[in-house]
C-alpha cells in the first residue's frame, strides 16, 4: 500500500493530504530507473576488468596454447635452417670446389631483405615480436633454399660437363699393352732412326705386329683418316673437343670413315708400317689446343700406379725412336 503523506495547514488548522502530481511521479521514476541503469552499466564495466569470464578464460587458454606452438615451430625452423647449413657447408667445401665453382659467400646465402618493413603489419600486439621473429626465420630458411638448389643446379650442369670432358680426353693407351712390354719410346729427344741424328719425337711409339687393333683413347669425331700429312702414312685424327685431338700414324688398315662419331675403346685402324717409319709400330700423338703434348700423362684411365711408373720408366729411355 503506498504511503500517504499530510501537511499541517495553518489556515485551516487541520491536517490535509499532499497531492502528489501524476508527471512528478513519472520524472522521479526516471531518474531512478537512468540511475540504476547507469550503476549497473559501471559496476559490470568495472567487475569484467577485473573478473575473467568463462569466455575469456577460454580465449585465454587458447591464445596460450597457440604462442606454445610458434615456439615449438620457432625451434623446427631452427632444426631445419640448421640442416640446411650442413647442406651449404658441405656445397662450398666439397661439391663447388671439386667441381672448381666459387664457393657462395655467407653473405649471398644469408641476404636479408633490405628497404621498407615487411613487417609491420605484425606490429602493435602483446605477440608480435612472436609472430615477426618466425617470419624472419622463415623468410631466411625459403631464400637460403632457393640459393642452395641453384647452387646444386649449376654443380649438376658442372657435373655433366665434367663427365663429358672425362669421356672425351684421351685417357686410355690406344692399343692393348697390358704386359707393358709394347712401349718402344716415348716424348721427348731420341735418335732419328733414318738420319741417327737427336731429334725431337714428338708422340709416343708403340711396337706391335702389323694388324694389331688400335683402339680410340676418348670419345670423339673422326676428323681425318688418310696419308696427305708428310711421314705419318695412313694415319687417324680424332676430335675430342675441348681442345683435344689424339693422332695414330702409320697404320695398315683404316676402321672408321671420317665424321664418323666414336667412343673410348671402340676399334679404329690396325698397325702398319705406312710413312716414315722403320718396323710395325704405332705413333701416337695428343694435340692440346694446336700443341703436341707428352701422352703419358694421359694414361690413367686404366693403369695402377705401378704400371704407371713402369710406362714411365720405359717412356722416358732415351733410345731411338721408331717414327
Ligand atoms: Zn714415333
Redesign the pocket.
Given at each position: 500500500m503506498a504511503k500517504v503523506k499530510y501537511y499541517y495547514d495553518s489556515e485551516t488548522l487541520s491536517y490535509r493530504k499532499i497531492k502528489r502530481k501524476k508527471r512528478t511521479t513519472f520524472k522521479y521514476a526516471l531518474v531512478f530507473v537512468v540511475a540504476a541503469a547507469l550503476f549497473g552499466f559501471l559496476f559490470v564495466s568495472i567487475a569484467g576488468y577485473f573478473i575473467e569470464s568463462p569466455k575469456e578464460r577460454q580465449l585465454a587458454r587458447e591464445l596460450q596454447n597457440m604462442e606454445l606452438q610458434y615456439e615449438l615451430l620457432n625451434k623446427r625452423m631452427d632444426d631445419a635452417i640448421a640442416a640446411l647449413e650442413n647442406v651449404e657447408e658441405r656445397d662450398n667445401a666439397i661439391y663447388r670446389l671439386y667441381f672448381e665453382a666459387n664457393p657462395i659467400p655467407e653473405e649471398q646465402r644469408r641476404a636479408g631483405f633490405g628497404g621498407i618493413n615487411r613487417y609491420k603489419k605484425y606490429e602493435g600486439f602483446d605477440n608480435s615480436q612472436l609472430i615477426t621473429e618466425s617470419n624472419k626465420r622463415l623468410d631466411i630458411l625459403e631464400k637460403a633454399i632457393v640459393v642452395q638448389s641453384r647452387s646444386l643446379d649449376e654443380i649438376a650442369k658442372l657435373a655433366e660437363d665434367k663427365e663429358k670432358f672425362l669421356e672425351a680426353i684421351p685417357a686410355i693407351q690406344p692399343i692393348n699393352n697390358v704386359d707393358l712390354t709394347r712401349m718402344a719410346?716415348g716424348y721427348g729427344y731420341r735418335t732419328d732412326p733414318f738420319t741417327k741424328v737427336r731429334k725431337f719425337?714428338?708422340?709416343?711409339?708403340f711396337t706391335a705386329p702389323r694388324g694389331t687393333p688400335i683402339y680410340a683413347t676418348g670419345d670423339g669425331v673422326i676428323k681425318r683418316a688418310d696419308n696427305a700429312s708428310t711421314g705419318y702414312g695412313n694415319h687417324i685424327r680424332i676430335d675430342h673437343g675441348f681442345g683435344y685431338i689424339s693422332l695414330y700414324?702409320h697404320l695398315y688398315k683404316y676402321n672408321v670413315r671420317v665424321n664418323q662419331r666414336v667412343k673410348r675403346g671402340d676399334l679404329i685402324g690396325y698397325v702398319g708400317s705406312t710413312g716414315r717409319s722403320e718396323a710395325p709400330?704405332l705413333?701416337?700423338e695428343i694435340f692440346k689446343d694446336g700443341e703436341r703434348i707428352n701422352p703419358i700423362n694421359f694414361y690413367y684411365g686404366n693403369l695402377s700406379a705401378e704400371e704407371y711408373d713402369i710406362l714411365l720408366q720405359k717412356a722416358s729411355l732415351e733410345n731411338q725412336?721408331?717414327?
Open positions: 719410346s719425337h714428338f708422340g709416343m711409339d700414324a709400330h705413333h701416337y725412336s721408331l717414327d
